[in-house]
T-cell receptor
């Protein structure tokens, strides 16, 4: 596609449920990033992939969060046993490769945990 | 924290005025980038300045970088109502480290 695509754009779930958020990066971009943004704050790094492997997952808050990128393109962020504190906008970005410069962001997936 | 810290947190100006936002950081960097975010949207890259550069221009944007003071500024000249958005600086330390964002400056340009 022309840009980074994220689905769903909005997700409302109940505490304790499992959630998957999908990111389709720009074709040919080998680096893919997940960030989380709370209201009034800057994006907080979660994890990034170079190709299929997670190059840095140091930002994942706990083991309820997991992300995959099995074929080096689409990525899925998975959140188990959701908590109200997980409510935020989850942003995905891609770049040609890690460390080359600008990131291209999607519009985000807004997660609300009731 | 290694993240950039923007100053001010919020800025309100009249259309036609210049807007200046500052960013300070604490580590050595490979480059520093500025992004813009309209309410409810994703971030859009504005400009990148490398550690060996001191100033860059792009249209109405001017960015400076002072690595000795670990600070950068973003100047938007002749502001327009459409410039109303949040502006974030982000630092790249280099190697395999991810881009780290500050908390942003919320700019309001009043027509």
């Amino acid at each position: 596609g022309a840009g980074v695509s994220q689905t769903p754009s909005n997700k409302v779930t109940e505490k304790g449920k499992y959630v998957e958020l999908r990111c389709d990066p720009i074709s040919g971009h080998t680096a893919l990033y997940w960030y989380r943004q709370s209201l009034g704050q800057g994006p907080e790094f979660l994890i990034y992939f170079q190709g299929t492997g997670a190059a840095d997952d140091s930002g994942l808050p706990n083991d309820r969060f997991f992300a995959v990128r099995p074929e080096g393109s689409v990525s899925t962020l998975k959140i188990q046993r959701t908590e109200r504190g997980d409510s935020a906008v989850y942003l995905c970005a891609s770049s040609l490769r890690q460390g080359t410069g600008e990131l291209f962001f999607g519009e985000g997936s807004r997660l609300t945990v009731l | 924290s290694q993240q950039g810290e923007e100053d001010p947190q919020a800025l309100s100006i009249q259309e036609g005025e210049n807007a200046t936002m500052n960013c300070s950081y604490k580590t050595s960097i490979n480059n520093l980038q500025w992004y813009r975010q309209n309410s409810g949207r994703g971030l859009v890259h504005l400009i990148l300045i490398r550690s060996n550069e001191r100033e860059k221009h792009s249209g109405r944007l001017r960015v400076t970088l002072d690595t000795s003071k670990k600070s950068s500024s973003l100047l938007i000249t002749a502001s327009r109502a459409a410039d109303t958005a949040s502006y974030f600086c982000a630092i790249l330390k280099g190697g395999n480290t991810p881009l780290v964002f500050g908390k942003g400056t919320r700019l309001s340009v009043i027509a």
